[in-house]
C-alpha cells in the first residue's frame, strides 16, 4: 500500500514527527523546571517559618474544675530569657467557646511546664491551645 502522505506537501497537513518531538521536549524541560521551582519554595517557606517560631508550646492535659474554670497543663519551650505568651481557649460540649485567655510565661528556664487556671463562661469539656508566641517585655 502506497503511503498517503508521501505526495503531499511538508507541513501543510500537519506537523511532522520532528516538530512534536522538539514541542515534546519544550514541555518536559518546562515542567521540570516549574516543578523544582515549586518544591524549592515549597522547602523554603517550610525552613522560614520553622525557624522564626522561638516560643513553642504543647497542652499536655486539661481538668474541669467546675462550671466556671478549667485547670490546663502547659509544657513551653522558649529561648532562655525570653517571655512567652500562650493563647489557650476552652470549648463546652457543642462545640462553643466558653473561655478564652492568653497566659505569660516569663520564667528564665528554657522549657516551662506549669497548670494555669482557665475561667469560663460555662461548663468547658475540651481545652485547645491556639498557639505561643515572644511577648514584649514591659517597660521598665
Known sequence: MADVRAGLPEG?????????ARTD?????????????????VGWAGV?????????????????VSDGEIEINLAVRKPSGTDGVCTVRA????GLEVGRGDFRFDEDAGSVHRSVTLRTTGRATS??????????????
Open 12 to 20: 501543510r497537513y500537519g506537523r511532522s514527527g520532528a516538530a512534536d
Open 91 to 94: 470549648q463546652a460540649e457543642d
Open 25 to 41: 521536549r519544550r514541555l518536559r524541560i518546562t515542567g521540570l523546571v516549574l516543578g523544582v521551582a515549586l518544591l524549592g519554595f
Open 48 to 64: 522560614s517559618y520553622i525557624g522564626e517560631q522561638k516560643v513553642t508550646g504543647e497542652l499536655t492535659g486539661f481538668e474541669v
Open 127 to 140: 481545652a485547645e491551645l491556639m498557639g505561643c508566641s515572644e511577648a514584649d517585655r514591659p517597660a521598665d
